[in-house]
């Protein structure tokens, strides 16, 4: 361990000072060079490598016992541990680009009985990100999920698939049989040929599906070749759906909302055994307060309200009623979610805690 913070320590040194300890004089192991620039390199290529040549300096023999690395992208193999006074080996250095866009540094270091320090050798280069990382069947895609980031209840918006034809035959697009409430698919039916790129957009009707909340959701794209009748590919879509309050002007009437924790603790519950709780709303502004949407992470958790408007200077009922689930003990969370007409909170955020424990454990403790 002392030898590895030792390295870290020196390889922070390297970069601050830009001197290596390799070539310094008096040193014991010695090296063709001490940097290897791969220059601009291709994420689709896979795997690239490079030789460094070892030299022992020493007049004793040395063994070089530990080889450190920075991550997991960088794979180093020495040809032979030991070395004679004199005597050169090879050492093998991979670098893994994928997933590591953009430039890149990484240091290798070695020591061992009969070395005086951690001797450090690099690897640099510039990794130039794929333009279709995603590999989906015969498809390449930029990403499988679409992600909206945030919409207004009542607003239309359009993502757009980008995908590309790595076959040797053309591929067939056609429109999905059915599609999620709100949602529909927009240049297609597609015939794409062979190393054809081409962008398929999926427009968004927010309101028409009465979505709130963190909406996720998904669909099917049907693709055939004349090798192959069916190569249906999912993709995903998700949002986080806020209610449009652009038209609330100064001085108008508004709910205001005034919520109960925001975590609740159910205590132990034994395996597949109900148990309830209940928080109250209020609302102690001026204008109806709305309940839009209620959800829950698990279907083991139902929260339901009394009523979903509430009118000024009332309350409603919020319950929980918690199944725990038969084989899943110890210590669980869950997340509840409300969304409401509230500009100054219009979504609540609850989590819930439950330690679910066997039958036999719950009625011993009471």
Known sequence: MNSLIRFILLVLIAHITFSHVALSQ?????????????????EENGLISTRFTLQNLHTDTIHISKVYKECGCTTPV?????????????????FDPDGRPGPFTRAIGLSGPGLDTVYTVYITGEVIPDAYPVKSGILYLKQRMLD???????????AWIEVKNDQKETLTISKPEAMPIGTRLINLPHQLAPGEEAQIGLVWDVAAGNYWTQTADHFTLPISAE????????????????????STLPGRDKPASKLPASKVDLGT??????????????????????LRKIKST??????????????PGD???????YTAPADLLGEHYYIGLVALNDPAQPQWRLTVKAMVEPEAAVLKGK
């Open 26 to 42: 008096g040193s014991r192991l010695g090296f063709d060079r001490d940097t290897h620039n791969f220059g601009q390199i291709k």
């Open 78 to 94: 020495i040809d032979n541990e030991w070395l004679s006074p004199g005597q050169s080996t090879d050492m093998l250095v991979q």
């Open 148 to 158: 909206f980031g945030r919409l207004w209840h009542d607003q239309t918006d359009t």
């Open 227 to 246: 090798s192959v009748s069916k190569l249906d590919q999912q993709f995903y879509f998700k949002a986080n759906i806020e209610e449009n309050f652009a």
């Open 269 to 290: 519950v034994a395996a597949g055994e109900q148990t309830s709780y209940d928080l109250t709303i209020e609302n102690t502004g001026t204008a109806p307060l709305l």
């Open 298 to 311: 698990c279907s083991c958790l139902k929260i339901t309200s009394s009523t979903d408007k509430v009118i």
């Open 315 to 321: 309350k409603a009922v919020v319950r929980l009623d």
